[in-house]
């Protein structure tokens, strides 16, 4: 069982890694963005990464916090994270929650019952991002842009994507199964701590080769 109490965001990342757990099939995808975005960087170009999933609520959300928090982490220039999805829902409250349990700060930019916008930040951090939920083609998210889709049907669903430059396939489990169960905390911070492990590799291997 993953401890669910308020931890040190740099410690959680960290961790993530340590503790990640992966087959050599889901490494070599690692490494095949991590590089895409290497090679982007070595031309000069901005990289833009756009994480999409159906309801843009939970995994694809966790997936552009945790890339906004690699770039500073690392110390790399030039990548600005993003997500959106197949349709608008909102921020689900537990994704909100899961990040504020390992440290990260939410502030409320816009009240919506449906779809509220939250300014993004954590301890001693200089930028922040906002978070709501979005389509992906929304204009607050940059182009062209890497596509990554977290979930199956974001991937099945969007056969073509406009203005990617390079599209990926990164499904990860849904914690929204577990919403209404007793099991709700901890399997919304297996799947963070997942994502995080995730990106953490990534952005090592980015820091790595340039």
Not at 66 to 94: E, L, M, P
Not at 151 to 175: G, Y
Request: with cysteine; hydrophobic share 35%.
């Amino acid at each position: 069982m993953i401890q669910t109490v308020a931890t040190n965001t740099k410690h959680f990342f960290e961790q993530a890694l340590v503790n990640l757990k992966i087959d050599s099939t889901r490494m070599n995808l690692l490494d095949k963005i991590a590089l895409k975005i290497v090679d982007e960087l070595k031309n000069n170009t901005p990289i833009n990464l756009n994480y999409i999933c159906t309801h843009n609520s939970r995994r694809s959300q966790l997936a552009q916090v945790w890339s906004f928090y690699a770039t500073h982490y690392f110390k790399i220039q030039h990548i600005h994270s993003f997500s959106g999805g197949t349709a608008v829902t909102s921020f689900h409250r537990n994704t909100v929650k899961t990040l504020q349990e390992v440290g990260f700060k939410f502030q409320l930019l816009e009240f919506s019952h449906q779809n509220p916008e939250y300014l993004i930040s954590y301890k001693n951090s200089i930028n922040t991002i906002i978070g709501f939920s979005k389509l992906y083609s929304d204009t607050h998210n940059k182009k062209p842009f890497i596509a990554i889709t977290t979930c199956s049907n974001a991937d099945e669903n969007c056969p073509f994507i406009p203005d990617a430059i390079q599209r990926f396939h990164l499904p990860f489990n849904d914690p929204k199964d577990f919403d209404n169960t007793l099991y709700k905390t901890e399997k919304y911070l297996e799947t963070n701590k997942q994502i995080a492990g995730e990106i953490h590799y990534i952005f090592n291997l980015i820091k790595k080769s340039i």
